[in-house]
């Protein structure tokens, strides 16, 4: 298999970055843009990042690079010079949603509502005592907002989106676009916002990689963010992509 015929796609937090106690804290190795900018040109261009982050701000992490990204779980995508935007005005009732959550959880400190415009999540790991409190806004908000929106469970997290959101869905957008069409398939991720993500790969005769020790259905493993990137880097060194280098078989 030629490096001509593969795809690469990454997920961010906790996969190219360490999870942060704030999601705006996380830190970007000072060598992982470059990588990520050899690999683009070594794949000629089917390559894109898979995120719940928006677009905008993927960007200004990756600066002053703009890769093909699915930002909010696919809802926002770039492919080439095509941009698809999420409608925030279209979504009334997930703004007042988000408005009865933020009053519920203002009183608890350490805890975060974030904003994403098309989604919003409530963020805990500042306060993991506060867990089933935060649960249990997300399911009331959910109950008020119907089937048109469902609940994404993380690492110390929740998310509403709108339900046809999904990294699995992205990743099979990305696989229908001509540049990478026909193309193989390689996803790392480390959440259960992943694991849609990886069926869609397997069942393109990918390769999926799964960061931690979480049950998943990825074929592989690697250890850490660190990992990922010593990966990346014997990848665009040797054009070998998806070998086994300092990867484990789930």
Known sequence: MTTQTWSLFLDFDGTLVDIASRPDNVVIDSTLVPTLQELQLILEGRFAIVSGRSLHVLDGFLR?????????????TRAGDITTQCDVAGRP????????VKRAMDPIQGV????????FSIHWRKAVEAEK???HALSEALKELGSDYRLQLGKCVGEILPTEASK???????????HYRNSR???????????DGFRVVNDND???????????????????PAAVL???KYWGQTGQFGSLFKLQTS
């Open 64 to 76: 002053p690079l703009m890769f093909d990204a699915a930002g909010l779980h696919g809802l926002e």
């Open 93 to 100: 009732e997930l703004t007042l949603a988000l408005e009865k």
């Open 112 to 119: 975060i509502v974030e904003d994403k415009g098309c989604s």
């Open 133 to 135: 409190l935060c649960r």
């Open 168 to 178: 699995g869905h992205a990743i099979a957008d990305f696989l229908k676009h001509p």
């Open 185 to 195: 398939p390689i996803f790392i991720g480390d959440d259960l916002t992943d694991e």
């Open 206 to 224: 990918g390769v999926s990689i799964h960061v931690g020790n979480l049950d998943t259905v990825a074929q592989h493993r690697l250890a850490s």
């Open 230 to 232: 010593d990966t990346l």
